[in-house]
């Protein structure tokens, strides 16, 4: 079978459900799609309206979708390998264990082979996949990197989830100094509020079980997408000065603006667990499945609120468009939402971060220090340097419109655009490349070809993005601080 043949096979069976089968106690395709549109859609997309102002309006506007679709293409690239790899790593595991059962009886093989037929593919993590990836490739060389590069794209996402901690934290501070300002006479800086709300935040970083913080988050989200609705009734209203506004902003600024928009579509590092727990895993995929269609509305619904919001407002747009509501009871009680929402989201973002870092530290702690109350002191010093650590990054640049592309130039485009062209070339080039030997077909070297120059046209824009994208955030960062 050559590589286009399978690739054939793979979108006939998506249709079909029979690459990853299904599982019993899975969420179905709609329930994943809300869940993965919640996760798209936070209290970052309130930033758009000034992405707009530095990328110009129309140009804004069609950056959106240009960057929803590819990275669109590129999951695709991911979910199709970790599907074929967790496929093939099932495969393995039932050789292994159908081998081991012959030996005991004819009778018993056959018990275990109906069992392994019937089991689901086993599902994997990003970093297992990066690393199944370079174990499977077919290349000796490869497989000394795979534990390097499993850690490598764990770490990404750590960054990843630690910049947007640092977002929900600067997010939190403006608001809720805007709110006392608004309703008491009480008024500190920024830095002041940073400072005050931090015993808080690590108090509740405490918290070692994400059932209260789910449940409260299930709550916030239902009060979340009414404050949207409010938000767009407030900005669908008139004047709007689309005619006056700039459609293309300096290169510096389209740069900066690429990078809060890839910061925008947040939920590269959902896809995978999302796929992991759907009954139905192959609906993942396919032109109306769960991860096209969430991105479709995640990009209608992002350029209508940074399209509106900078029409609105025009120059005078703030980091967040929440900022430019007038003060009335009703749109403060909006600002008062999201405030809630991005402490809520912190928690969950430190909580992940928590559950990636500790483990594996207090496996080497536990060697030294075998006391439990040790570890256990040790845990809280962790999780409030944790918090630390975001405190002080968000002192260091304390507005939204510079940490949003800071962390999408650095995170976000290695999980949107380096990582799965590279996991899908090492998946699939051994098997293109030996299907051709063997069978000397033209038809399929020209597919090996157009599959690894498109992967290598996405590797080059996220290398170029990342390098010139850090450069300018770090030098317009390093320029504000210094005046």
């Known amino acids: 079978m050559t590589l286009i043949n399978e690739e054939n096979n793979y979108n006939e069976n998506i249709q079909k459900n029979k690459i990853m089968g299904s599982r019993k106690d899975g969420l179905s395709s709609h329930l994943t799609l809300i869940n993965f549109m919640k996760g798209m859609i936070g209290s970052g997309i309130l930033t758009l309206p000034i992405v707009f102002k530095q990328a110009g309006l129309w140009t804004g506007f069609f950056l959106v979708f240009i960057f929803g679709f590819l990275n669109t293409l590129t999951m695709t690239l991911l ?20 081998n081991v059962e012959i030996e005991n009886g004819e009778r018993i093989f056959k018990n275990k082979k109906e069992k392994y037929l019937n089991e689901n593919n086993e599902p994997m993590n990003y970093g297992e996949v990066m690393e199944a990836a370079l174990m499977e490739s077919g290349f000796e060389w490869s497989k000394k990197w ?23 934290y600067d997010f939190i501070v403006v608001h809720l100094r805007e709110l006392f300002g608004q309703f008491t006479n009480f008024h ?7 400072l005050i709300i931090f015993p808080p935040m690590v108090l509740v970083n405490f918290t070692r079980t994400l059932q209260r913080i789910a449940i409260l988050n299930t709550v916030g989200n239902v009060f979340m997408f009414g404050a949207y609705g409010i938000i ?26 690429c990078g809060s928009i890839l910061y925008c579509f947040e939920g590269q590092a959902l896809v995978l667990p999302m796929e992991n727990k759907m009954k139905h895993p192959s609906e993942m995929l396919g032109p109306f499945g ?21 029409s609105k407002f025009g120059d005078e747009i703030q980091g967040s468009v929440t900022l430019n509501l007038p003060p009335t009871s009703l749109l403060t009680f909006v600002k008062i939402v999201f405030t809630i929402i991005s402490f809520l989201d912190f928690l969950l973002q430190q909580y992940v971060t928590i559950q990636m870092l500790w483990p594996p530290l207090n496996k080497y702690l536990s060697n030294l220090f075998p006391s439990s109350k040790v570890l256990r002191v040790g845990e809280y010093t962790f999780r409030a340097s944790l918090v630390a650590l975001t405190m002080l990054i968000s002192i260091f640049i304390p507005h939204l419109e510079h940490i949003m592309p800071l962390v999408g130039f650095s995170g976000g485009v290695f999980l949107a655009f380096i990582f799965p062209p590279i996991i899908d070339t090492f998946t699939f080039l051994s098997i293109g490349l030996t299907e051709y030997y ?31 994208g850090l450069k300018s955030s770090v030098e317009t960062i390093f320029e504000l601080n210094g005046n």
């Open 232 to 257: 767009f009734y407030h900005l669908l209203q008139s004047p709007h000065k689309t005619s006056q506004l700039p459609w293309i902003g300096s290169p510096a600024g389209v740069f900066t603006a």
């Open 79 to 98: 979910v199709k390998s970790a599907h074929y790899l967790s496929k093939r790593k099932n495969e393995k595991q039932k050789e292994e264990n159908l």
């Open 290 to 310: 769960v991860l096209s269609t969430g991105m479709a509305l995640t990009e209608i619904f992002d350029s209508a609120v940074g399209f509106l919001g900078y």
């Open 188 to 194: 500190a800086s920024a830095l002041a509020w940073a």
């Open 146 to 168: 795979a534990k390097p590069a499993k850690f490598f794209v764990n770490g990404t996402i750590i960054l990843l989830l630690m910049g947007i901690g640092c977002i929900k």
């Open 438 to 468: 063997e069978e000397n077909n033209k038809r399929n070297l020209i597919s090996i070809f157009k599959r690894f120059a498109l992967n290598f046209f996405f590797i080059s824009i996220g290398l170029f993005g990342s390098i010139v």
